[in-house]
């Protein structure tokens, strides 16, 4: 007696979309490329493309709504703890998105690189993650002098550094370790900005400038002491 097969899952519509946009993006160049192409060679309607994008530039990037909803809820979630190293750790649900398909995640790098316009949508999709963390960092640092510029530096911060990592990857083709990379480069970051309160641990031989500031003082006017402090050295 043979065991029944089981029917095959289809992939999910959205995937099967963004697939087929990509072997054409490939095939023709991005311009060249029209919804009615993706949806002729996905085999669907453009009602189904329309359902999943609102536009041929929002299925570059198939992911981000999923990834940028994983973030509020990971940041929702948090309770207490350094924010600095809460925030990082959302800003690492992207790097593990990109790194879970290397091949896609290095196409769409090259092709974003090669097309301005996805080039400027892609800054407007960073700029939502940096919005989120921002958003996170000021209820933590409410209350506190500074505190929505410092939620705002220390998101850009973020931002930055998870970015120098993760292009630094995807540069080299996707090889190499991708986390090690965005660590390293997230580590800087909260040394800097982490539980420390932006105290960075001397190395050997530095000189210390121990600078002593009432509560609330402005920063320029702190940065001055400090400047005062080395000139007098």
Excluded at 129 to 141: N, Q, S, V
Excluded at 155 to 161: F, G, L, Q
Excluded at 169 to 197: I, T, Y
């Amino acid at each position: 007696m043979t065991e029944a097969r089981r029917p095959v899952k289809k992939p999910p519509m959205r995937e099967v979309l963004a697939e087929a946009a990509f072997q054409l993006f490939l095939e023709r160049g991005f311009e060249r490329t029209t919804v009615d192409d993706i949806v002729a060679r996905a085999e669907v309607g453009r009602r189904s493309f329309f359902r999943y994008f609102p536009s041929k530039e929002d299925v570059v990037f198939p992911d981000h709504e999923r990834c940028l909803a994983d973030m509020t809820a990971l940041l929702e979630a948090a309770d207490g703890g350094d924010p600095v190293g809460t925030v990082c750790d959302a800003a690492r649900l992207v790097l593990r998105m990109y790194a879970a398909n290397p091949e896609f995640s290095v196409q769409r790098y090259h092709l974003t690189r090669e097309v301005p316009g996805l080039r400027t949508y892609e800054l407007s999709v960073v700029r939502r993650y940096e919005r989120t963390l921002a958003e996170y960092l000021r209820g933590r640092y409410a209350g506190t002098p500074d505190g929505p510029l410092h939620a705002e530096v220390v998101a850009a911060a973020v931002v930055a550094a998870h970015n120098n990592g993760l292009r630094s990857w995807l540069r080299s083709g996707g090889k190499g370790d991708a986390e090690a990379a965005v660590d390293h480069a997230l580590g800087v970051v909260q040394q800097v900005w982490g539980a420390a309160e932006g105290v960075v641990t001397p190395a050997a031989g530095d000189d210390v400038v121990v600078v002593v500031a009432a509560k609330g003082t402005p920063m320029w006017r702190v940065v001055q002491k400090v400047e005062s402090a080395l000139a007098g050295d």
